[in-house]
């Protein structure tokens, strides 16, 4: 494991790693999600959010991100950098399918 230290410190809500693309997502106090190359540490994309402290969760491929927060989740297509469809109601966990074609959320308190 190679740890790269950077000039610019980031406060972080949290942080993700992806099982096969090598990605490294933080989720920072400043309602921006960061993608970092595990391999290099540097940035390769940032987003901008409404909402900042909530939990990523890569796809098994490491070809989407998801932000998630208490009542919404995000999703960006790594390889296009584009933001899907913002997704509103409780959301308790997100995960993807194996093949990426599926989202499935938990939420409670029926919304």
Same mark, same amino acid.
Request: no cysteine; proline share 4%; net charge positive.
């Given at each position: 494991?190679?740890? +790269? ?13 992806? =099982? ?9 106090? =400043? ?13 390769? +994309? ?41 997704? =509103? ?12 074609? +599926? ?9």
């Amino acid at each position: 494991m190679v740890v +790269h230290k950077h000039s610019t410190p980031y406060a972080a809500w949290s942080f993700a790693t992806s =099982e096969k693309g090598g990605w490294v997502a933080l989720v920072t106090r =400043e309602k921006t999600l960061l993608i970092f190359d595990a391999r290099t540490g540097k940035v390769v +994309h940032t987003f901008s959010t409404t909402f900042g402290n909530g939990r990523a969760t890569f796809s098994p491929s490491g070809k989407y991100v998801a932000l998630t927060i208490a009542s919404k989740a995000l999703i960006f297509n790594l390889k296009t950098g584009q933001a899907g469809p913002l997704l =509103e109601g409780s959301t308790q966990a997100l995960a993807f399918s194996p093949d990426d074609t +599926h989202v499935a959320i938990a939420a409670a308190g029926g919304d």
